[in-house]
C-alpha cells in the first residue's frame, strides 16, 4: 500500500524524494520477474504521464535489466514527444529496435494488412522502443504513420505482452488514458501487478477517483495506493479515507 505522495506540476520536476518512497514500496523480488505497474486517474489534467514518467526516470539508473515506459493511449504519442523534446533532460533517445521479443502485443489493428511474405502484418511492428539516455529505459512509440486508411487500434485483455517484458525489465510502467476518455485502464488492471491512483490535489471531491477504483477493482484489479500531484500542502484528511 503506497502512502499518499505529494509531487509538482511542472513537466520536467524534482520528485527524488517522492519517487524513491513510491519505488521503494513497489519493488519487485530480487532476482524474480519485473513489476508491471499501472499510472491511471480519472480525469485528464491530473498528471498521470508526469508521474509515470518521472517514475521510470527515478527507477531507471537503478535497474539491472531495464525498465519499460509503455503508453496506453498509443495514437496520442505524449510521452515519446516529452522525452524526445528534451534531451538534456532525459538523455537522448537511441535507435529504436522491437517493442517485444516475439510477437505478443496488447493492442490489435484492424482490418489486417499484408505484408510483402503475404501473411498478415504483427500488431507489434506497428510499435517501436527507443531507448532513453544512457540509463536503461526504453520509451515506446506507435508508429501511427504505418496506418492505412480505415484501420482502427483498439486494446486487447491479454496477458502476453506484459509477462514477456517481466521477463526483461525491472519495472514495467503503464501511462492510462483518464477513465473520462477511455475504459482501457479497467482492460489492463488485472493483467498488472497494481495500479497506481494519480489525483489532482486540489481536486474538491473523490466522485471521479472512487469511480476509478470501482472500475478497476471490479474487473479484477488491485489499486496499490495514490499519489497526489500539484499538492501545495498536505491533502485534506478526509481523502485519506479513500484507500484503506
Not at 37 to 55: H, I
Not at 151 to 168: D, E, M
Not at 211 to 225: I, Q, V
Request: charged share 20%; net charge neutral.
Amino acid at each position: 500500500m503506497v502512502d499518499f505522495v505529494r509531487t509538482g506540476d511542472s513537466v520536467m520536476v524534482d520528485l527524488s524524494t517522492d519517487m524513491a518512497e513510491l519505488a521503494g514500496r513497489l519493488l519487485a523480488t530480487p532476482g524474480g520477474p519485473g513489476r508491471v505497474l499501472q499510472f491511471a486517474s480519472a480525469e485528464s489534467g491530473e498528471g498521470v504521464s508526469t508521474v509515470a514518467r518521472e517514475f521510470a526516470r527515478f527507477v531507471a539508473p537503478h535497474a539491472q535489466k531495464g525498465v519499460w515506459l509503455v503508453e496506453l493511449d498509443v495514437l496520442k504519442g505524449e510521452q515519446y514527444a516529452v522525452i524526445a523534446a528534451d534531451p538534456e533532460g532525459y538523455g537522448a533517445l537511441g535507435a529504436p529496435t522491437r517493442a517485444s521479443p516475439n510477437e505478443a502485443c496488447f493492442f490489435s489493428v484492424d482490418p489486417k494488412v499484408q505484408g510483402v511474405d503475404g501473411r498478415p502484418w504483427p500488431d507489434i511492428r506497428y510499435l517501436d522502443a527507443y531507448p532513453v539516455g544512457e540509463a536503461r529505459w526504453w520509451i515506446t512509440r506507435f508508429r501511427r504513420e504505418a496506418l492505412k486508411p480505415g484501420q482502427s487500434v483498439s486494446i486487447v485483455n491479454a496477458p502476453g505482452y506484459w509477462n514477456t517484458l517481466r521477463a526483461h525489465a525491472d519495472f514495467v510502467i503503464i501511462d492510462a488514458p483518464a477513465l473520462e476518455r477511455s475504459q482501457v485502464a479497467a482492460v489492463i488492471a488485472p493483467l498488472v501487478d497494481a495500479t497506481v491512483l494519480v489525483v489532482s490535489a486540489d481536486r474538491v471531491d473523490m466522485d471521479g477517483p472512487q469511480a476509478l477504483k470501482a472500475a478497476l477493482t471490479s474487473a479484477g484489479g488491485r489499486c496499490a495506493g495514490m499519489v497526489f500531484n500539484r499538492a501545495p500542502k498536505p491533502p485534506p484528511r478526509f481523502l485519506s479515507r479513500l484507500l484503506p
